[in-house]
């Protein structure tokens, strides 16, 4: 069984699913899902797990994503980005010093509202659910990180820019282009987003969707190894002895297990290359996820 991940350039118009259904056909391979979610109007960075590496999908340790956004300026939508139905229109035309005097106040620790249309939950039901029915629900702020948030471009004339934006997990930025854009005293949506990194993946990795379709089976020659996604742990060497009381979840005594200090460490084997992550704890190295296949 093949194993890994595909880097996917999702283009605009698609939703993550349909990338996750064209791959199916195209590689002749079920067992396919992808870390983190994309809007039809969003394109960039789509990592695609395959085969076992699926084991990982509620593993993947929170990293920052990294998004180039375009917005315009004088009307607010429902979906807060121009692929829905002004709600507001007007609010004073901006300079670009009015936008960049207020980006400060949205760079760091801060609360951000999640938009009505999402897929947060709120008593078991999706907010967009909530708002294709026209209903208003309570939400909850939540707390994002914002590292960088630079704008690049603006055009006094048509009101439209361009942000580039590094934060956390769980960022709207349909949402901040609506914060900043009140801010300074106007209304705005974005228009288009790019995600150029995701779980450490860049854009310059990606295949075009098209390329995948054209390569066909040949694609998986494409194919990440799944240790990628856990760069941030520590590695460990397994002898072939551990090696196979590991595979078969055997606990073992972490005093003999050269380098395995506490926490969620990656496991190898020289034999077999990455078989796992295990978590060591109390003198014992336990797994944590077993990759391995026969």
Same mark, same amino acid.
């Given at each position: ?30 067992r ?12 960039g ?14 593993l ?52 951000? @509202?999640?938009?009505?249309?999402s897929?947060?939950?709120? %008593? =078991? #039901? &999706? /907010? ?5 029915? *026209?209903?208003?629900?309570?939400r ?65 990795e ?31 060497? @397994? ?8 595979? %078969? =979840? #055997? &606990? /073992?005594?972490s005093?003999?297990v050269s *380098? ?29 996820r077993?990759?391995w296949?026969?």
């Open positions: 069984m093949k194993s890994g991940v595909i880097l996917v350039n999702k283009p605009s118009g698609y939703t993550s699913f349909d990338i996750i259904a064209i791959l199916r056909g195209v590689l002749r391979e079920r396919l899902g992808h870390a983190g979610t994309l809007d039809p109007m969003a394109s960075v789509l990592p695609v797990l395959a085969g076992t590496a699926t084991r990982a999908m509620d993947i340790p929170d990293s920052d994503k990294e998004y180039i956004a375009d917005f315009k300026l004088g009307a607010s939508y429902d979906t807060l980005d121009t692929t829905g139905r002004i709600a507001e229109s007007g609010g004073k035309e901006l300079s670009e010093s009015d936008i960049r005097a207020v980006l400060p106040e949205f760079t760091g620790e801060i609360s951000q @509202l999640p938009p009505m249309y897929a947060v939950s709120v %008593n =078991g #039901v &999706r /907010l967009y659910e909530y708002a294709r029915r *026209g209903e208003a629900v309570k909850q702020e939540r707390q994002i990180r914002v590292s960088r948030l630079e704008l690049t471009f603006f055009d006094e004339a048509s009101q439209s820019g361009r942000l580039e934006i590094k934060c956390s997990k769980g960022t709207y930025i349909r949402s901040l282009i609506d914060d900043i854009a009140r801010r300074a005293g106007s209304l705005g949506a974005m228009s288009s987003l790019l995600r150029t990194v995701s779980h450490g993946f860049r854009l310059s990606c295949l075009e969707l098209e390329k995948i379709r054209e390569l066909g089976s040949s694609a998986w020659d494409s194919l990440i190894p799944t240790d990628r996604l856990f760069e941030c742990y520590p590695t460990v060497s @397994l002898g072939k002895a551990q090696a196979r009381m590991y595979k %078969n =979840g #055997v &606990r /073992l005594d005093g003999r *380098g395995a200090v506490p926490g969620i460490l990656r496991v190898y084997s020289p034999e077999d290359g990455f078989l796992g992550l295990c978590r060591v704890e109390n003198g014992e190295l336990t797994v944590y077993n990759f296949t026969r």
